[in-house]
Structures are given as C-alpha cells and as structure tokens.
C-alpha cells in the first residue's frame, strides 16, 4: 500500500466520499438516448460524465428540517417529490443574519423552501446537536487532500452531506479516510466532495497559494474561516486550521523543505486576506471586493 493510499484509508480520519467516475459521454455517443428523454425538455447531447449517484437523505431527516426550520405546512413539503432529492450543503463559515426570524429560534419565514441542496449554516448546525467539529476535521482533510496529493485549487468545489455508501461500495470506492460522523439526529450519514470541474492544478509556488487563496475565499462559505463572529467561530477555525496543517504535513512529508512550507503560508495568506474577496467561481483571478 502507497502512503497516499495509507492516509486515504486511515481509520483515524473522517470519511469523505468522492462520486466514482463511471464513464464519460460524448455529444455523439449512443448513451444519449435513453438520458435525453428523461431530461429537461430543452436539454441537447454534450460532453458529460456519469458518476456514482449520491443517495439522499429518507424522509425522517427532510421532516426534522423542515420542522425546526420553516413556518409553513410540513407536509407540502416533505411530500413534495421535488423535495425526495435532499442532500445538505453543511455552511461551517457562515451564520445567518436573522436567528430570530419565526415563532421559534431559527425559523425561517420564506414562503417556500427547497431542500434539494439545502444550505445548513453553522448556528444550524448547532442547534441541531450535529457534530460540527468532525464537519470541520473532514473538511480540513479533504482540502489538504486537494492541494497535495491530487495538486488542484479546489476551485467551486462543493460538500454536502448524504447518506453513507452501501456495502461493499463503502470500502471499494474513492473516499479519504474511514471513521464515521457521530450520528445525530439525522442519523447515519457521511461527506462527499463534488462538482470539479472548476479545478485547475495547483501551482507549487507563492504563486500558487495565493489562487488557493482566492479560491478559499470565492467558494460558498463550507469551510471554517478566521472571519469570526463569535468564540464559536473562532475555536471551530483554530480546530479546521490545525487539521490541514497536520494532514497537510503528511501528504508533503517526503517532498522538500520549500514545499512543506507551503500549508503554512497558505493559512498565513487567508488569514491576511480576510474580507478581500468577493464570492462566487466566476470572478477574474485577482478580482479584489469592492
């Protein structure tokens, strides 16, 4: 076993899945004929990949959302097919603005609500008893994996929480680490990372950190971040910062001193650039927030 594959595959770690890449499809290939038809009626053949599909939360989690964060009819919702689709985008680097907003803390007050890809900010988080700091060690360890080991920005990349893989897939696919979230009252779930292909390798240089950089703080508001509003925020960053140092340090253990340095400046940099950059992947490299 490669150390690579030793630190992906180590117990001690958090697991976070990555979609298996099952094919790639042409805008002329065969495949398309039996997609088209169950897409949008506007959609046309591209270039595509199939990846793993990941499997949503069942209905027990989507109710407990929409009951502790919504005023509207509960039912419409969870019954909602559009709704069956749930997975949860964990915001570690955000809190919402109104956290009196409904009868009860934390209730929103819009008039519909989506839970495809439903955003769950920190204070969320938090008043659901999830485990947060197993969210942030996660996180820190897939971004280490991203710079070092597979050398690319993590430019729009995107986490969401799901439900685990089954047996034996579990074991067999693409993943960093093993060890499992603390259940909570969403029951058994795990983090995937997807969604890359706004990636660009990763230069080893300052130059390079400083797109890292950028790309940190263009992301939507995942990772824990020094631009903190409360202690909350602050401990939640210092643990997420230690964890990419020191997963950091084991991916670069045999490359050479200049390189090894490089985590370390990075943190460095998002440190000295809070409240730089405006949000959103489509920005121009350098583009400072107005």
């Known amino acids: 076993m490669s150390t690579l594959q030793a630190i992906c595959t ?9 979609p298996l ?16 038809p169950r897409l949008p009626a506007e959609s046309t053949a591209c270039e595509a990949l199939i990846s ?3 499997l949503p939360f069942p209905k027990q989690a989507r109710r407990l959302l929409v009951q502790e964060f919504w005023t509207g009819n509960i039912e419409s919702v969870v019954d909602d097919k559009r709704n069956d689709h749930c997975l949860i985008r964990p915001y570690l680097g955000r809190r919402r603005c109104r956290r009196q907003s409904g009868p009860r803390t934390g209730q929103s007050m819009f008039k519909s609500i989506s839970l495809r890809n439903y955003p769950l900010h920190i204070d969320q988080v938090e008043h659901l008893g999830l485990p947060a700091e197993e969210y942030a060690l996660a996180m820190a360890d897939a971004l280490a994996f991203l ?13 969401v929480l799901a439900r685990p893989r089954d047996m034996p897939a579990a074991i067999t696919r693409p993943r960093i680490g093993d060890k499992e979230f ?3 009252v969403l029951g058994p779930h795990d983090m995937w990372i997807l969604d890359f292909d706004c990636c660009k390798t990763l230069d080893m240089n300052a130059e390079g950190i400083e797109v890292a950089v950028e790309r940190f703080w263009r992301n939507d508001p995942f990772y824990p ?4 509003k409360c202690p909350e925020d602050e401990r939640l960053w ?16 045999d490359e050479r001193d200049e390189i090894r ?6 943190v460095a940099r998002i440190v000295a650039t809070v409240g730089a950059y405006k949000r959103g992947a489509n920005y121009a490299l350098g583009q400072w927030k107005k």
Not at 21 to 36: C, M, R, V
């Open 10 to 18: 180590n117990p001690a770690l958090y697991r976070v899945n990555i």
């Open 21 to 36: 890449n099952i094919t790639f499809l042409a805008p002329k290939s065969s495949g398309w004929a039996a997609i088209i």
């Open 182 to 184: 603390t259940p909570g």
């Open 147 to 159: 710079h070092w080991a597979a050398k690319i920005d993590a430019n729009d990349i995107e986490f």
């Open 238 to 253: 210092r643990v997420f910062c230690d964890r990419y140092l020191e997963t950091s340090g084991l991916f670069l253990h």
């Open 261 to 266: 340095r490089l985590p370390k400046m990075l």
């Open 225 to 228: 971040n020094p631009d903190c």
């Open 52 to 54: 793993e599909r990941i």
